[in-house]
């Protein structure tokens, strides 16, 4: 009688580590975030600001926290969330993270780019970004004038605009 008891337990390790590079890579892939949202945005009709036009002026962003920055970094990151329908011009925003990395996102889409500008001088903003939590040198920012039908572009969507930005860099 021929024994498989070496074969056995080669191919259960086998497998368990190609289970367990599997997870990983999956896992390390997860990103967490806020849906788009806004005083300009119903998610059933789209754009809804009374002052927007054919097309909406879209910011997208990507940067990575500093060590031990994520409780400050989300404290500063509510700050802003909160202050947001403050702003004139506004049509709605979404956040995103890396479930186990540092790698942040944000898009904002306004009427216009005087108004995302207004945005950026806010204190809140000023006060975010004044912080540290962000790396220096992974910060980016991209920003396009979007047909309002397509608001909000997807994720996917925006991550080619960041990287296009980036080329150009």
């Not at 997860?30 to 005083?39: K, L």
């Not at 809804?48 to 997208?60: E, G, L, S, T, Y």
């Not at 939590?133 to 004038?145: C, K, N």
């Amino acid at each position: 009688m021929t024994s498989f008891r070496g074969f056995g337990s080669k191919f259960g390790c086998a497998s368990a580590l190609a289970t367990t590079v599997l997870i990983v890579f999956l896992v390390s892939s997860c990103r967490v975030g806020y849906s788009f949202r806004g005083p300009g945005y119903d998610a059933d009709r789209g754009v809804v600001h009374q002052d927007a036009q054919r097309q909406v002026f879209v910011a997208v962003t990507r940067g990575d926290l500093e060590a031990g920055s994520q409780s400050e970094f989300a404290n500063e990151l509510r700050a802003v969330m909160d202050s947001m329908s403050e702003h004139d011009g506004l049509v709605g925003y979404s956040v995103r993270k890396e479930l186990f990395g540092s790698r942040v996102w944000t898009m904002s889409v306004w009427i216009d780019r005087a108004s995302m500008e207004r945005f950026v001088h806010s204190a809140a903003h000023r006060r975010a970004m004044a912080s540290g939590t962000i790396a220096r040198g992974s910060f980016i920012t991209a920003a396009a004038v979007m047909n309002t039908s397509s608001t909000p572009p997807g994720w996917a969507e925006a991550g080619r605009m960041l990287e296009s930005r980036a080329r150009q860099e």
